[in-house]
């Protein structure tokens, strides 16, 4: 919707216009801030003993310079801004004509829009915007304090300080709980997609016209249509109409307003817009593109629905295809750079964003040779291409990949080897590349042996690692030196399979992961159906599960003095025992009911 846009418009235009920021900037907006709590304090002091109202209006100016530059240092740095934040004693010790611009605590439920913008050219200034949506589809901006590995309609309940339209938050698991990840199944199968075309029109009235019809049917239903189909092993594709163009003086923002009257957005579940190259050129526009990872809500003329979105200032399929990997979940493919470090210690080495030239969510073999690589397996398997079947999560054993590129119908291997690395918290990602189809066109060397990705290690990235020559090649045996002892030799490699051997020293060990509860909410003498997902990440089988369910009690405190209300919560534990077997690399649904027999609890967890 409108308001959505506009907000997401002013937030990249304050990043990108500025030339610098650096700490530096964020260090002085730190102290200034630090200052006016100083001064905030002291002044209240002086007017609590005599009451002034020149005193109280001086209070009041202050803390309204202070709310601006505090928003301003939310945006720009939450970890500074969570060091000077004034905690809800001090607050309740303002007048009341001021605490409404200070900051408070708050505990929420609802719903996540994350929002990445990618400048390729300059990737320190790629940002990610996120969006707080509470139950009453109210949109706060959120500013956690570090990237969070989630994606758009992940319900959460957050803990944080709350400033006007403002969200701020310490990430950790009492601050942010996630209650229901959003499933991939949305990838699979038609995706119905809008495209809209937007012309620019300048102040003086010249009008800079974008892309033509022809050209997005081309780029969308014709390259970026084969592209999908081809990398999902025909498992999804696009379908859709071109719209447009529509002339807006608006920059790099909006296009489903200017739609709404002649498109039915509840038809459609993917939403691409496109705006003329020329604003990037003049530097009015700091990005090539900007994407919502995964779905996000929009109010349209016939009402609320779900969809993802991009915009694109480039016509290339390198940038479309990047800003869908987006719209489906996936995150970007980076390169570790481990040159000088020795022994491989990953913690220590660089990391060259965007820099996995094998990807399309890198750019390096994208923006430099125009060439559109298969998305890695670990990106496959979160998007839903890649089955539980296609790939093994192992600490020991010889195993065969066949290329990432084709279908596993009527082949004898695997397209996925993870190794997961317990003491650095992360998963070792081998795969085996063929100059098929989309991979085609890159040096000999790449189809000559495995390679090799690390995920989890930075957000939700992957990282691309050099062990030698770009693969592991036949004869060749990588060792993490980790005290671990994984080692990772190449047995064998031909056109349509690689032989791998995979030694650690790693114990077998069970690792449960419950990955979404579902629960309905509670009606008074009403069944209360609940799911949980729980998937089996290690190398024994899990049996004698027990889920601990809290219900929740809401508590609300009326404070006469601030006339403010308070809310507080009270757990009580219902112990669930299930014995069912989860044998290892495997997934199970819990299913089971409770009665809601005491009024007042409202909800579960």
Known sequence: DGNFFKKISSFFKNIFKRESVGSK????????????????????????????????????????????????????DPKKALEIVIGDEIRKNLPLEVQGNIE?????????????????????????????????????????????????????????????????????????????????????GEQKTVVILVDWVDENGSLHPGITNEEAEKVVFQEANDYFKENSYGKTWLTGKVVGPYKTNEKCFGGIDLADSDVYFPN?????IFYPVYLREIGLCGFDGFASLGKVSFLTKDGNIKASYSTNLRKNLWVVGHELGHNFGVWHSNLLDCSGIGNFKPYLCDVDYYG????????????????????????????GWISREESVITTNGEYNLIPLEISSYGAYGLKSIKIPNPSRDFFYYLEYRQPIGFDKGFKDSLYQGILFHI?????????????NDIVIKTGETF???????????????????????VNSDIRPFVNLVINSVDVENSIINQPI?????????????????????YKILEIKILDNQTNETEVRHELTLIDYKDNPVLKSNDKS?????????????????
């Open 268 to 272: 459609y579940s993917r939403i691409i």
């Open 589 to 605: 649904t819990i299913k089971f009911k409770l009665m809601s027999d005491e009024i007042g609890y409202s909800y579960y967890l």
């Open 479 to 501: 060792n993490d030196n980790s005290e671990n002892g994984i080692k990772i030799e190449v047995l064998d490699v031909n056109k349509n399979v690689a032989k791998v051997k």
């Open 455 to 467: 995920g989890k290690l930075y957000d939700d990235d992957t990282l691309l690692y050099y062990p």
């Open 356 to 383: 996995d030239p094998f990807d399309i969510m890198g750019n390096k073999g994208t923006r430099v040779f125009e060439l559109t690589p298969h998305l890695n397996s670990h990106h496959k398997e979160k998007v």
């Open 104 to 188: 408070k605590k708050v505990e929420q439920e609802g719903t996540l829009n994350v929002i990445y913008a990618d400048d390729f050219e300059n990737p320190e200034n790629s940002r990610i915007l996120y969006e707080f949506v509470d139950d009453n589809f109210n949109k706060i901006n959120f500013y956690p304090d570090e990237n969070l590995n989630l994606i758009s309609s992940t319900k959460v309940r957050l803990k944080g300080y709350q400033l006007e339209n403002n969200l701020l938050t310490e990430v950790s698991q009492e601050n942010l709980k996630v209650l229901i990840s959003p499933s991939n199944e949305d990838n699979l």
């Open 25 to 76: 900037i964020n260090d002085e907006q730190e102290l200034k801030v630090s200052e006016l709590n100083n001064e905030l304090l002291q002044v209240n002091e002086e007017y609590k003993q005599i009451n002034d109202e020149e005193k109280l209006n001086q209070l009041i100016e202050l803390s309204k310079t202070r709310k601006e530059k505090l928003i301003n240092l939310m945006q720009e």
């Open 529 to 549: 159906n609940v799911k949980a997902l729980i998937e089996n990440y290690g190398d024994l089988d899990a049996s004698n599960i027990k889920l601990e369910l």
